[in-house]
Protein backbone atom coordinates (compact mmCIF):
# COMPACT_ATOMS: atom_id res chain seq x y z
CA UNK A 1 0.00 0.00 0.00
CA UNK A 2 1.50 3.39 -1.06
CA UNK A 3 1.83 5.70 1.80
CA UNK A 4 -0.02 9.01 1.65
CA UNK A 5 2.96 10.88 1.96
CA UNK A 6 4.41 9.27 -1.74
CA UNK A 7 3.93 11.83 -4.67
CA UNK A 8 3.89 14.84 -2.81
CA UNK A 9 6.78 17.24 -3.37
CA UNK A 10 8.49 17.47 0.18
CA UNK A 11 10.94 20.44 0.54
CA UNK A 12 12.11 19.15 4.60
CA UNK A 13 14.80 16.89 3.11
CA UNK A 14 16.51 16.72 6.62
CA UNK A 15 13.59 15.58 8.86
CA UNK A 16 10.65 18.22 9.35
CA UNK A 17 11.45 21.91 10.07
CA UNK A 18 11.20 23.42 13.92
CA UNK A 19 10.48 26.84 14.82
CA UNK A 20 14.00 27.69 14.09
CA UNK A 21 14.30 26.60 10.63
CA UNK A 22 15.05 29.45 8.51
CA UNK A 23 12.00 29.11 5.92
CA UNK A 24 9.81 28.96 9.23
CA UNK A 25 11.43 32.18 10.54
CA UNK A 26 11.31 33.80 7.74
CA UNK A 27 7.31 32.45 7.34
CA UNK A 28 6.41 33.29 11.31
CA UNK A 29 7.36 37.44 10.39
CA UNK A 30 4.38 37.14 8.03
CA UNK A 31 2.13 37.84 11.72
CA UNK A 32 3.13 41.12 11.46
CA UNK A 33 1.23 43.67 9.08
CA UNK A 34 4.87 45.50 8.27
CA UNK A 35 6.94 41.97 7.03
CA UNK A 36 3.39 40.99 5.26
CA UNK A 37 3.71 44.79 3.17
CA UNK A 38 7.51 44.34 2.62
CA UNK A 39 6.85 41.27 1.10
CA UNK A 40 3.39 40.97 -0.43
CA UNK A 41 2.89 37.84 1.38
CA UNK A 42 0.20 36.67 4.27
CA UNK A 43 -0.23 33.30 5.95
CA UNK A 44 -3.47 31.69 5.58
CA UNK A 45 -4.24 28.67 8.73
CA UNK A 46 -6.05 25.62 8.42
CA UNK A 47 -7.35 23.42 5.62
CA UNK A 48 -10.36 25.67 4.40
CA UNK A 49 -8.20 28.33 4.06
CA UNK A 50 -5.86 26.51 2.43
CA UNK A 51 -7.88 24.37 0.05
CA UNK A 52 -9.50 27.91 -1.53
CA UNK A 53 -5.88 29.25 -1.41
CA UNK A 54 -5.28 26.56 -3.77
CA UNK A 55 -8.29 26.63 -5.76
CA UNK A 56 -6.74 30.14 -6.77
CA UNK A 57 -3.92 30.04 -9.45
CA UNK A 58 -0.62 31.47 -8.20
CA UNK A 59 -1.52 32.43 -5.02
CA UNK A 60 -0.12 29.81 -2.30
CA UNK A 61 3.98 30.10 -2.30
CA UNK A 62 4.08 27.69 -0.15
CA UNK A 63 2.81 24.66 2.15
CA UNK A 64 3.81 23.68 5.49
CA UNK A 65 2.17 21.01 7.61
CA UNK A 66 2.50 18.46 10.63
CA UNK A 67 3.38 14.82 9.40
CA UNK A 68 0.06 14.04 10.94
CA UNK A 69 -1.72 17.19 9.06
CA UNK A 70 -0.07 15.98 5.80
CA UNK A 71 -1.46 12.66 5.87
CA UNK A 72 -4.72 13.26 6.57
CA UNK A 73 -5.02 16.31 4.35
CA UNK A 74 -3.50 14.34 1.33
CA UNK A 75 -5.60 16.03 -1.12
CA UNK A 76 -4.14 19.55 -0.53
CA UNK A 77 -0.62 18.14 -0.39
CA UNK A 78 -1.28 16.64 -4.12
CA UNK A 79 -2.74 20.10 -5.30
CA UNK A 80 0.37 21.95 -4.21
CA UNK A 81 2.58 19.38 -5.79
CA UNK A 82 0.41 19.27 -9.44
CA UNK A 83 0.46 23.53 -8.72
CA UNK A 84 4.72 22.82 -8.23
CA UNK A 85 4.50 24.93 -4.89
CA UNK A 86 6.76 23.55 -2.10
CA UNK A 87 5.24 21.22 0.62
CA UNK A 88 7.51 21.48 4.02
CA UNK A 89 6.62 19.04 7.07
CA UNK A 90 7.24 21.24 9.81
CA UNK A 91 7.01 19.13 13.85
CA UNK A 92 4.10 20.38 15.62
CA UNK A 93 6.35 23.10 17.97
CA UNK A 94 7.09 24.44 13.94
CA UNK A 95 3.61 24.56 13.07
CA UNK A 96 2.63 26.31 16.10
CA UNK A 97 5.07 28.92 15.93
CA UNK A 98 3.14 29.35 12.40
CA UNK A 99 -0.48 29.27 13.92
CA UNK A 100 -2.23 32.06 15.62
CA UNK A 101 -4.79 30.16 16.86
CA UNK A 102 -5.16 28.12 20.13
CA UNK A 103 -5.72 24.41 18.68
CA UNK A 104 -4.41 24.70 14.78
CA UNK A 105 -4.94 22.12 12.37
CA UNK A 106 -2.12 21.29 11.27
CA UNK A 107 -1.59 23.39 7.62
CA UNK A 108 -0.15 26.92 7.02
CA UNK A 109 -0.27 28.53 3.70
CA UNK A 110 2.22 31.20 2.55
CA UNK A 111 0.00 33.33 -0.05
CA UNK A 112 0.73 36.20 -1.86
CA UNK A 113 -1.19 39.29 -2.04
CA UNK A 114 -4.98 39.36 -3.43
CA UNK A 115 -5.80 43.07 -3.77
CA UNK A 116 -6.62 44.62 -7.35
CA UNK A 117 -7.22 48.29 -7.96
CA UNK A 118 -10.16 49.91 -7.98
CA UNK A 119 -10.81 50.46 -11.48
CA UNK A 120 -9.86 46.77 -12.39
CA UNK A 121 -12.56 45.62 -9.71
CA UNK A 122 -15.23 47.77 -11.49
CA UNK A 123 -14.51 46.86 -15.14
CA UNK A 124 -15.65 43.88 -14.43
CA UNK A 125 -19.16 45.18 -14.13
CA UNK A 126 -19.94 44.54 -10.17
CA UNK A 127 -23.37 44.20 -9.29
CA UNK A 128 -23.17 44.50 -5.97
CA UNK A 129 -19.86 45.66 -3.59
CA UNK A 130 -19.67 45.57 -0.11
CA UNK A 131 -17.34 48.86 1.19
CA UNK A 132 -15.37 48.67 4.68
CA UNK A 133 -15.23 52.13 5.51
CA UNK A 134 -12.32 52.85 8.36
CA UNK A 135 -13.48 49.63 10.07
CA UNK A 136 -10.35 48.29 12.22
CA UNK A 137 -11.74 44.90 14.12
CA UNK A 138 -10.18 42.04 11.97
CA UNK A 139 -13.10 39.86 13.03
CA UNK A 140 -15.54 41.98 12.26
CA UNK A 141 -13.83 42.75 8.56
CA UNK A 142 -13.78 39.18 8.39
CA UNK A 143 -16.98 38.24 8.87
CA UNK A 144 -18.24 41.05 6.75
CA UNK A 145 -16.27 39.87 3.88
CA UNK A 146 -17.32 36.18 3.91
CA UNK A 147 -21.22 37.81 4.76
CA UNK A 148 -20.35 39.44 1.13
CA UNK A 149 -19.36 36.48 -0.69
CA UNK A 150 -22.23 34.64 0.43
CA UNK A 151 -24.56 37.49 -0.58
CA UNK A 152 -23.11 37.48 -3.65
CA UNK A 153 -20.80 40.54 -3.77
CA UNK A 154 -18.31 40.48 -6.56
CA UNK A 155 -15.65 42.98 -4.41
CA UNK A 156 -14.80 44.02 -0.97
CA UNK A 157 -13.54 47.44 -0.88
CA UNK A 158 -11.31 48.39 2.26
CA UNK A 159 -11.21 52.05 2.75
CA UNK A 160 -9.40 54.90 4.28
CA UNK A 161 -7.70 53.33 7.62
CA UNK A 162 -9.50 50.30 7.78
CA UNK A 163 -7.87 46.60 8.93
CA UNK A 164 -5.53 44.75 7.25
CA UNK A 165 -7.10 42.22 5.31
CA UNK A 166 -4.70 40.24 5.54
CA UNK A 167 -4.31 40.07 9.30
CA UNK A 168 -4.61 36.65 10.36
CA UNK A 169 -7.29 37.08 12.53
CA UNK A 170 -9.05 38.35 9.59
CA UNK A 171 -8.22 35.90 6.86
CA UNK A 172 -9.70 33.38 9.17
CA UNK A 173 -12.95 35.25 10.04
CA UNK A 174 -13.31 35.12 6.10
CA UNK A 175 -13.06 31.74 6.57
CA UNK A 176 -11.66 31.02 2.41
CA UNK A 177 -13.90 34.01 1.67
CA UNK A 178 -10.97 36.19 0.46
CA UNK A 179 -9.84 34.01 -1.54
CA UNK A 180 -13.31 34.76 -3.60
CA UNK A 181 -13.72 38.06 -4.27
CA UNK A 182 -11.74 41.41 -5.33
CA UNK A 183 -10.36 42.51 -2.47
CA UNK A 184 -9.67 46.35 -3.08
CA UNK A 185 -7.76 48.70 -0.57
CA UNK A 186 -8.10 52.64 -0.61
CA UNK A 187 -6.73 55.04 1.20
CA UNK A 188 -9.70 57.79 0.42
CA UNK A 189 -12.96 56.54 0.87
CA UNK A 190 -14.44 59.52 -0.57
CA UNK A 191 -12.90 58.91 -4.19
CA UNK A 192 -14.16 55.36 -3.47
CA UNK A 193 -17.38 56.86 -2.80
CA UNK A 194 -16.97 59.02 -6.28
CA UNK A 195 -16.03 55.76 -8.43
CA UNK A 196 -18.78 53.44 -7.71
CA UNK A 197 -20.76 56.73 -8.33
CA UNK A 198 -18.85 56.93 -11.49
CA UNK A 199 -19.43 53.35 -12.49
CA UNK A 200 -23.15 53.44 -12.48
CA UNK A 201 -23.87 51.51 -8.71
CA UNK A 202 -26.40 53.03 -6.37
CA UNK A 203 -24.36 54.06 -3.07
CA UNK A 204 -25.99 53.22 -0.18
CA UNK A 205 -24.57 54.10 3.38
CA UNK A 206 -26.05 52.17 6.78
CA UNK A 207 -26.89 54.54 9.78
CA UNK A 208 -29.01 54.00 12.73
CA UNK A 209 -30.14 57.65 11.81
CA UNK A 210 -30.59 56.56 8.13
CA UNK A 211 -33.65 58.71 7.05
CA UNK A 212 -34.57 55.67 4.30
CA UNK A 213 -35.93 52.45 5.67
CA UNK A 214 -34.65 49.23 4.27
CA UNK A 215 -37.63 47.50 3.94
CA UNK A 216 -39.46 50.48 2.20
CA UNK A 217 -36.42 50.89 -0.12
CA UNK A 218 -37.10 46.90 -0.83
CA UNK A 219 -40.87 46.88 -1.44
CA UNK A 220 -40.17 50.02 -3.63
CA UNK A 221 -37.87 47.83 -5.72
CA UNK A 222 -34.65 50.26 -5.16
CA UNK A 223 -32.34 47.57 -5.11
CA UNK A 224 -32.54 45.97 -7.86
CA UNK A 225 -29.74 48.04 -9.15
CA UNK A 226 -25.99 47.77 -9.04
CA UNK A 227 -25.59 48.78 -5.16
CA UNK A 228 -22.59 49.41 -3.25
CA UNK A 229 -23.23 49.60 0.37
CA UNK A 230 -20.85 51.27 2.86
CA UNK A 231 -20.27 50.04 6.54
CA UNK A 232 -18.66 52.01 9.05
CA UNK A 233 -16.79 50.72 12.48
CA UNK A 234 -19.02 49.43 15.00
CA UNK A 235 -17.92 51.88 17.78
CA UNK A 236 -18.05 55.32 15.69
CA UNK A 237 -20.18 54.40 12.63
CA UNK A 238 -19.14 55.71 9.26
CA UNK A 239 -17.19 59.00 8.91
CA UNK A 240 -20.04 62.01 8.41
CA UNK A 241 -18.52 62.81 5.02
CA UNK A 242 -19.11 59.62 3.32
CA UNK A 243 -22.80 59.14 4.72
CA UNK A 244 -23.12 63.11 3.38
CA UNK A 245 -21.86 61.71 -0.19
CA UNK A 246 -24.18 58.53 -0.20
CA UNK A 247 -27.46 58.75 -2.46
CA UNK A 248 -29.03 57.19 0.08
CA UNK A 249 -28.70 57.15 4.23
CA UNK A 250 -30.34 53.72 5.40
CA UNK A 251 -31.30 52.16 8.47
CA UNK A 252 -32.53 48.75 9.33
CA UNK A 253 -36.05 49.13 10.82
CA UNK A 254 -36.08 47.43 14.71
CA UNK A 255 -38.65 45.78 15.34
CA UNK A 256 -38.16 44.74 18.40
CA UNK A 257 -36.70 46.34 21.92
CA UNK A 258 -32.86 46.07 20.64
CA UNK A 259 -30.88 49.37 20.82
CA UNK A 260 -29.17 48.25 17.47
CA UNK A 261 -27.56 44.99 15.35
CA UNK A 262 -24.04 45.04 15.49
CA UNK A 263 -21.86 45.52 12.29
CA UNK A 264 -22.13 41.75 10.98
CA UNK A 265 -25.67 41.69 10.93
CA UNK A 266 -26.59 44.61 10.07
CA UNK A 267 -24.29 44.18 6.86
CA UNK A 268 -25.68 40.37 6.54
CA UNK A 269 -29.55 42.19 6.82
CA UNK A 270 -28.16 45.29 3.86
CA UNK A 271 -26.04 42.46 1.52
CA UNK A 272 -28.84 39.65 1.44
CA UNK A 273 -31.71 42.26 0.75
CA UNK A 274 -29.65 43.39 -2.29
CA UNK A 275 -29.01 39.72 -2.95
CA UNK A 276 -33.25 38.95 -3.09
CA UNK A 277 -33.39 41.95 -5.37
CA UNK A 278 -31.26 41.36 -7.91
CA UNK A 279 -32.48 37.87 -8.00
Aim: with cysteine.
Amino acid sequence: MQSPSRGRRLDAVSGPFTPRTPRVVAARRLQRRRDREATGRFLAEGPQAVREALARPDTVVELFGTPAALDRYADLAASAARADVPVSEVTDEGLAALAETVAPQGLVAVCRHLDVPLTTALSRSPRLVAVLAEIRDPGNAGTVLRTADAAGAAAVVFAGDAVDPYNGKCVRASAGSLFHVDVVRAPDPAEVVAALRAAGLAVLATTGYGDADLDDLADAGRLAAPTAWLFGSEAHGLPEQLTAAADERVRVPLHGRAESLNLAAAAAVCLYASARAHR
